[in-house]
């Protein structure tokens, strides 16, 4: 989850596509790897690079329909980089049917729910699928879903929990500390909340609220809930 791996995994892709532009799997991962900034989680996406994700996905589940993890990341790909909720429910709504007990398709489905507005039932569904997830290295990815979840439920301490077991898997992702800069701050717990911004700041000195994207939270007050958080916290306006 830095910004060098992605970069890396993108290079390594393309000449996989070059040779072979109908590679399912190499069409789903390089769709992946485009999401890069919703995973920074504080600055704007590229535009060609949200319009370019999409089409790989969408091309990956054409090719092949019964690809579970491709449906799972174009649904989160149309939630994060289209914000499109509708898509995102329908799409990992056809996960969930294909493979129950998909853990990647659950935590897609979960973050369908929370950013749509449906917050506990995907919270819930959220801690379901993290579970088998945890040994996996997209943990701290999926974790992110979770732990927003969490602090729009206003489980200020579970979202500080996980985010030290993110933290202790990869250190200082941005989205993991933006979630517990906000939560450490409701949770008055001051210390913490000042550590996570000063790492925040040191890895992304240009780091401000005025240039922080607009995650896609439908539910009125949860964006503000969110903010308010990081406010208190001390990121820079």
Known sequence: LRYEEWEEARKILEPVLERD??????LSMAG??????????WRPSDPEDREEAIRLLRKAVRLKPTSEFAHAVLALALLELAEDHTGALYVSEQVIAMAPHYAQGQMARAAALIFSGSVE?????????IEPLKTLRLFSQNAAYLMTGLLLSRRHQEVLTWGQMVNQRVENVPRNLLLMASAAAHANDDAVARDCVAALIAGHPDLSLERMRVWPLKREGDWDHFVTGLRTAGVPE
């Open 21 to 26: 532009p109908d590679d399912a799997s190499a």
């Open 32 to 41: 992946m790897a485009r999401t890069l900034e919703p995973n920074c989680g």
């Open 121 to 129: 039932e995907g919270t819930e569904l959220a801690l379901k699928a």
